[in-house]
């Protein structure tokens, strides 16, 4: 049964997955602890598990979306866990966000139970995530993603094999989030900016979004912020968890990222300030702190 799909960890970005997997005709099971989620999914025609272990016996194809390196290690050799659930032939997919190293590691111990692994991190949050439209970037052997591309097609428009090692799809989502947390924090210094200096700090957003510096990130990000929506559609505390991978693999590359870094600090500052659980974006709120100005207060 090629086409029935585990699928654990129904947050923000996994629920509108497995109900993305539901309209595609996949027959999902699914388990979370957090039960409304559950619940969630069920209504729209997935399968409740008791556990991970649970999922991976009645599957063939298993996926996690799970918050970080840890919650990824619990679930696949924890107490119930995936991998005492898995027989021979099954395919094992993490679409976290976590560390290559640790992702290389784990993909070995699943092979040794001759499963096959594919790291398949994704980009375009909640919105991506609920449109089908986001960016997946994959990492593992040719067969395997072969074998999975039509259940990343339903979840993904862009869904790319970057390497056939286990390891590079977590590179790639490396690689954007150092882009994506940079330019979070350009977008807040350029209206934080513009807004202090005197000038309407949507017109400059306005201006900007017509010539080369256009992005996805100005328009909806910075869209937000001049609407001081904080509500977390990817939280603080995750982009500097994914930054901080970016930090930490500086040492052993022997490199330096001397934008990711500062990047780190401003999220480092932002979780300190409380806004770890709002979105990203609350940035912004750090560096009018940091300014003792607040976007629109002059005018």
Not at 67 to 79: K, Y
Not at 84 to 95: E, F
Not at 115 to 143: Q, W
Request: aromatic share 4%; proline share 3%.
């Amino acid at each position: 049964m090629p086409n029935t799909i585990g699928f654990i960890g129904a947050g923000t970005m996994g629920l509108p997955m497995v109900k993305n997997l539901l309209q595609a005709k996949f027959s999902v099971t699914v388990f979370d602890l957090n039960t409304a989620a559950v619940k969630d999914a069920v209504t729209a025609g997935a399968t409740p598990a008791a556990s991970a272990q649970d999922v991976a016996t009645n599957t063939e194809i298993i996926i996690t979306m799970l918050p970080d390196t840890s919650d990824v290690e619990t679930v696949l050799f924890g107490e119930n866990s995936i991998s005492q659930g898995l027989t021979a032939g099954k395919l094992m997919i993490d679409m976290s966000s976590i560390s290559p190293e640790a992702t290389v590691e784990f993909a070995a111990r699943i092979n040794a139970q001759d499963c096959e692994y594919l790291d398949a991190p994704v980009s375009g949050g909640e919105v991506g995530a609920i449109s089908g439209k986001m960016t997946i970037m994959v990492g593992g052997p040719e067969a395997a993603f072969n074998r999975a591309k039509p259940t990343f097609d339903a979840m993904g428009s862009t869904v790319t094999l970057i390497g056939t090692r286990n390891g590079d799809g977590q590179v790639c989502k490396v690689a954007n989030q150092i882009i994506g947390g940079v330019m979070v924090n350009a977008v807040a210094e350029a209206l934080l900016f513009a807004d202090k200096a005197g000038a309407d700090a949507a017109k400059v957003r306005e201006a900007l979004l017509g010539g080369a510096v256009r992005s996805f990130i100005l328009e909806n990000h910075g869209g937000r912020m001049l609407d001081r929506n904080f509500d977390p559609t990817f939280r603080a505390n995750l982009q500097r968890k994914d930054l901080n991978l970016a930090i930490e693999a500086c040492q052993k590359l022997n490199i330096v990222l001397p934008q990711a870094t500062a990047a780190w600090e401003t999220y480092n500052a932002t979780i300190a300030g409380g806004d770890g659980d709002n979105d990203a974006i609350s940035v912004l709120k750090t560096l009018e702190r940091l300014a003792g100005h607040e976007i629109g207060e002059l005018s």
